[in-house]
Nanobody, 124 residues
Framework: QVQLVESGGGLVQAGGSLRLSCAAS????????IGWFRQAPGKEREFVGG????????YYADSVKGRFTISRDDAKNTVYLQMNSVKPEDAAVYYC?????????????????WGQGTQVTVSS
């Protein structure tokens, strides 16, 4: 099993930057593909991006492509979501999730473990 804890959320001004972290414990993060998702009030949880457990591939939703970057530091068992040029529509609770297979998928049901989420608020 793996436990995931997100951190780094908070208030950011539109156009600013924020870096979220997803720290894994239990089985090391290097064994898991990590996906980032977000959920705004009244909306379904949506895929933001992900990184394969090998770290060789990253994928992004069109809405964040070119603005967000996912990376991993396996020595720290941590995956990062760097958010740049943040927009008001990026405001949501952000979750990281883990799956065993070495491919990133969009479906929430295909992830085995989830963190508790971290709130991102954007001021315009």
């Amino acid at each position: 099993q793996v436990q995931l804890v997100e951190s780094g959320g908070g208030l950011v001004q539109a156009g600013g930057s924020l870096r979220l972290s997803c720290a894994a414990s239990g089985r090391t993060s290097s064994s898991w593909t990590i996906g980032w998702f977000r959920q705004a009030p009244g909306k379904e949880r949506e895929f933001v991006g992900g990184i394969t457990r090998s770290g060789s591939s990253t994928y992004y939703a069109d809405s964040v492509k070119g603005r967000f970057t996912i990376s991993r530091d396996d020595a720290k068992n941590t995956v990062y979501l760097q958010m740049n040029s943040v927009k008001p529509e990026d405001a949501a609770v952000y979750y990281c999730a883990a799956r065993w297979a070495n491919n990133v998928v969009l479906a929430t049901a295909l992830y085995d473990y989830w963190g508790q989420g971290t709130q991102v608020t954007v001021s315009s």
